[in-house]
């Protein structure tokens, strides 16, 4: 798969993933509900399913897309979730944009077009399975140390601790997908037997168990930014030592500029 077809399909999977969210934020209303034989009630259930399955389809495109590109810039392509988001909340949640924020999308995409078509192919990758664990083990222990200290006292400031090392496991999906790819060679009963799989699990598990605390303790506008941005910024890093990637000062600049849109959006 060339570079730029990669790239397309994995915005394509990144837009399902938040026109999901978006489905499932619109028709909430239905859980809990109590007249459930109500045109309202089916109709709103049928909504947030519709979501669910969307959100659950994304993965698949950015399995693909990692056929054409290395992994910290399928991970970096992620952040389009920011913008597809606020873009979409407008048109079903009718929520405002305004110009300074509809200015950082653009950059934002810019961003990440520079990203995607500096990856080039991922087909030459020099896997270390010893620094893949290393850098999964990280954010791991660091989610049950804030925790712990979760457990002591709640606050703003841990909250988006708590935020980052949730958005750091969740973007760590896309290495542990791309070793499932290099372990079994492509073949689906393969996937099974290595334990890149069971770590993908983990590391989704994980994410999202962490990411509830800190929705519950910390602003929205404080929280996302954290999230998103360590989504970007973590598997880029963990990339060149697990899987060899040689350092490229532009596409670095990228991802940086990634994170810095990301935070502005959430801000704007």
């Given at each position: 798969?060339?570079?730029?077809l ?6 394509a ?21 109590t ?10 259930r ?12 994304a ?59 500096r ?11 010893k ?60 996937w099974?037997?290595t334990?890149?799989l ?71």
């Amino acid at each position: 798969m060339n570079v730029l077809l990669a790239t397309l399909v994995a915005l394509a999977g990144n837009f399902l993933l938040s026109l999901g969210m978006v489905l499932q934020k619109r028709n909430v209303a239905w859980i809990g509900a109590t007249e459930k034989n109500a045109p309202s009630y089916r109709s709103a259930r049928s909504g947030w399913i519709v979501g669910f399955v969307l959100m659950n389809v994304a993965p698949i495109f950015n399995y693909f897309a990692l056929m054409g590109l290395p992994a910290n810039v399928v991970s970096a392509l992620i952040g389009a979730n920011v913008a597809f988001t606020a873009l979409l909340a407008a048109v079903f949640l009718k929520e405002g944009l305004g110009k300074r924020r509809l200015a950082f999308i653009a950059l934002l995409f810019a961003a990440l077009m520079v990203a995607g078509l500096r990856g080039g192919g991922g087909s030459d990758e020099s896997f270390s399975a010893k620094d893949f664990f290393v850098f999964f083990a990280l954010p791991l222990a660091a989610g049950g140390l804030v925790l712990a200290l979760r457990a002591k006292k709640r606050g703003r400031g841990l909250a988006v601790l708590i935020a980052a090392v949730s958005g750091a496991l969740g973007g760590y999906m896309v290495l542990a997908m791309r070793a499932v790819q290099l372990a079994s060679g492509g073949h689906l009963l393969a996937w099974f037997t290595t334990p890149y799989l069971y770590i993908y699990a983990v590391s989704g598990i994980a994410s999202f168990s962490l990411v509830q605390f800190a929705y519950k303790d910390g602003e929205m506008q404080s929280v996302s930014p954290a999230y998103y941005g360590m989504q970007v910024l973590w598997p880029a890093v963990a990339s060149y030592a697990v899987l060899g990637l040689p350092f490229d000062p532009v596409q670095a600049s990228a991802f940086a500029g990634i994170a810095f849109c990301i935070l502005m959006i959430a801000r704007a």
